[in-house]
T-cell receptor
Framework: ETGVTQTPRHLVMGMTNKKSLKCEQHLGHNAMYWYKQSAKKPLELMFV???????ENNSVPSRFSPECPNSSHLFLHLHTLQPEDSALYLC?????????????FGPGTRLTVL | KQEVTQIPAALSVPEGENLVLNCSFT??????LQWFRQDPGKGLTSLLLIQSSQREQTSGRLNASLDKSSGRSTLYIAASQPGDSATYLC??????????FGKGTMLLVSP
């Protein structure tokens, strides 16, 4: 148990659907991250939040919309996705957004877009 | 742009063997390097974190080394066990806790 939970664990959606991924950390951390892991590609950082403010957005398409209502919760809202968005979406947290801080990862949500 | 390469992409060994996984990065201006383990259907677990000023870190049967100037790191696993079977990921931090990952090495240790 890493202290970072993600729901749902699996999600299948059509291109016209709207869904949300949820991440919750029970570690008292102040920084949270969304990563995308596609088949045969390295993990890609999507968004970083520190103290509920977005501090990083790596050219992610607007069909992905993050939300961080408090330091324990992070959401990724999805709408009008494409089949190439099918991937494992991983959430992580760290004490602060410092290089010395280890990131703790959740189990991921396996997303399939039909 | 930082790029991280891991060799080999896959490795299969019998139980008991010592093995080495390799990681290289293109920009030596890093703050630290981490090795992670990923089991199928699960998230990542941090194994070792080496700060840029350090040469190596050890945890149990794992030893990671870092040669920052040459852009290389190795993860040494001693006396491998079937439970070590997983994908091992290398990641470097170049600032503000943003990690750049390699594609990983898939390790299979057979009994």
């Amino acid at each position: 148990e890493t202290g970072v939970t993600q729901t749902p664990r699996h999600l299948v959606m059509g291109m016209t659907n709207k869904k949300s991924l949820k991440c919750e950390q029970h570690l008292g951390h102040n920084a949270m991250y969304w990563y995308k892991q596609s088949a045969k590609k390295p993990l890609e950082l999507m968004f970083v939040y520190s103290l509920e403010e977005r501090v990083e957005n790596n050219s992610v398409p607007s069909r992905f919309s993050p939300e961080c209502p408090n330091s324990s919760h992070l959401f990724l809202h999805l709408h009008t996705l494409q089949p190439e968005d099918s991937a494992l979406y991983l959430c992580a947290s760290s004490q602060e957004m410092r290089d010395m801080d280890t990131q703790y990862f959740g189990p991921g949500t396996r997303l399939t877009v039909l | 742009k930082q790029e991280v390469t891991q060799i080999p992409a896959a490795l299969s060994v019998p139980e008991g063997e010592n093995l080495v996984l390799n990681c290289s990065f293109t920009d030596s201006a890093i703050y630290n390097l981490q090795w992670f383990r990923q089991d199928p259907g699960k998230g990542l677990t941090s194994l070792l974190l080496i700060q840029s000023s350090q040469r190596e870190q050890t945890s149990g049967r794992l030893n990671a080394s870092l040669d920052k100037s040459s852009g290389r790191s190795t993860l040494y696993i001693a006396a491998s066990q079937p439970g070590d079977s997983a994908t091992y990921l290398c990641a470097v931090s170049s600032g503000y806790s943003t990690l750049t990952f390699g594609k990983g090495t898939m390790l299979l240790v057979s009994p």
